[in-house]
């Protein structure tokens, strides 16, 4: 028998404890901040839950003993005073958030409910719709829509000041007859008459230039007063139809209906022709933008105000789906969002958000007219990402297209309205000004 002897282990060389890998760490670090910051929501969440049931079950024994021992309304301040010396540490036994819980308990009876979906909301939720909405069915819509979209108590606050419920799905439109049933009836929920658009301080003179450059500028609110599921695209984007060109004022992408949607801003009222025009960029739209697997494009207008029977007879030979809504704008803060004037920190947090979006559109529209003068001019790409690949196939592409094609997530991230970090948007801008600039020694114009 042969014995072979065995092979040393390969040596390897040991790691210095000492001497630790940054990226590595860094990203273990941020998995871990990850996780942490995942189970405090989710904790904060349980004890949330536990505390409006809480409420909820001290608001249905006080209104029981109520009418089992026929108690009148003073027992909730003698009960407020017994239940503080007991637990002197709670500060929501107060008499007043007392009488609040035995509202509560009245106004949701059904457990089940309050389980599911109101036992989700914090407690300060609960009290402004309890205050403000008195009718079941539009208090349940609210609390809905509150944990849907994620509104804060303000914004909350806001909404039902504003009278969202009625407004919602109230535009005039044609969807019925041009889209599917599925779709038309989404499209119309996500549709609002009037459109409130109180967080610009326009004057009477205002053009329809100044207004498309507020609702920009202020992107988040627009998109907050639009709804879930719109994504920006673009404004003032440009479209060539028989060589000559056009602008859409507002486009965007609503990510549920799988569609874009073209908006068009009026600062008069209503005309018929308006809604021929909008036919118009939505047939383009369709045949330049559209992808095979998108739905239909839709379009809004926008107007200062209109007349229902003039919007009926314009939409009703129509075959493309248009919807028409008025906006309201106001020349004073709303009161309950006179706490949320930006501070200084505010504005340092918005201004790197609005730069990354201005530079995005320019971005947009100089790839836009350079790929149409490039001998590249076929292409039909939307977005810059779309565009930027076809610019590389071309082989017209400038040195700094890489760095770029790497900012695009921190871009569409401020497009969508998500906080961008001060450092990150500096380094974005400064790449995108840098394309721009070579971008510009490129073009076959000269």
Request: net charge neutral; glycine share 6%.
């Amino acid at each position: 028998m042969t014995t072979r002897t065995p092979k040393p282990a390969p040596h390897r060389t040991k790691a210095d404890p000492t001497k630790i890998e940054s990226q590595s760490y860094a990203a273990f670090v941020s998995d871990l901040k990850q996780k942490i910051a995942e189970a405090r929501h989710r904790a904060s969440l349980s004890v949330n839950r536990e505390l409006i049931l809480l409420y909820w079950s001290i608001g249905r024994d006080i209104l029981a003993r109520q009418e089992r021992e026929g108690w009148g309304a003073k027992i909730i301040d003698r009960l407020a005073a017994d239940l503080g010396r007991a637990f002197p540490e709670m500060t929501g036994l107060s008499s007043r958030n007392l009488k609040y819980m035995r509202a509560f308990a009245e106004a949701w009876p059904d457990g089940e409910f309050v389980q599911q979906v109101v036992a989700l909301l914090p407690w300060g939720h609960n009290v402004r719709l309890l205050d403000a909405v008195k009718i079941p069915t539009e208090r349940a819509w609210y609390a809905r829509h509150a944990i849907e979209h994620g509104w804060s108590r303000n914004v909350l606050a806001h909404q039902i000041d504003s009278n969202l419920f009625d407004r919602q799905g109230s535009a005039l439109t044609n969807f019925s007859r041009t889209l599917p049933a599925v779709q038309s009836e989404l499209a119309q929920q996500i549709l609002k008459d009037p459109y409130t658009f109180d967080f610009l301080s326009l004057g009477p003179e205002m053009l329809e230039r100044d207004l498309e450059r507020g609702l920009v500028e202020h992107l988040r609110s627009l998109i907050l007063e639009l709804g879930k599921g719109f994504a920006f695209v673009g404004s003032q984007y440009h479209l060539e139809v028989g060589g000559q060109d056009y602008y859409i004022d507002l486009l965007f992408y609503h990510l549920r209906l799988r569609c874009f949607v073209v908006i068009e801003l009026k600062i008069e009222d209503f005309k018929p022709e308006f809604a021929g025009k909008m036919n118009f960029y939505l047939s383009a739209v369709d045949d330049q933008l559209r992808h095979p697997d998108d739905k239909p494009t839709i379009g809004i207008i926008l107007c200062k105000g209109r007349n229902q029977v003039v919007v009926e007879y314009a939409l009703r030979d129509s075959s493309k789906p248009i919807g028409v809504a008025q906006y309201q704008l106001s020349h004073a803060l709303p009161p309950q969002l006179e706490e949320d004037l930006p501070t200084i920190e505010d504005f340092a947090r918005e201004f790197p958000l609005m730069s990354v979006v201005k530079l995005r559109i320019e971005i947009e529209r100089a790839l836009r007219g350079f790929l149409a003068r490039s001998s590249f001019s076929r292409s039909r790409s939307i977005g810059i990402g779309n565009m930027l690949r076809d610019l590389q196939q071309s082989g017209l592409a400038p040195n700094s297209t890489d760095s770029l094609v790497k900012s695009l997530r921190v871009m569409n991230e401020a497009s969508h309205g998500v906080d961008v970090d001060a450092e990150a948007a500096q380094r974005v801008v400064e790449t995108g000004t840098m394309f721009l600039a070579e971008l510009k020694e490129l073009d076959p114009r000269g």
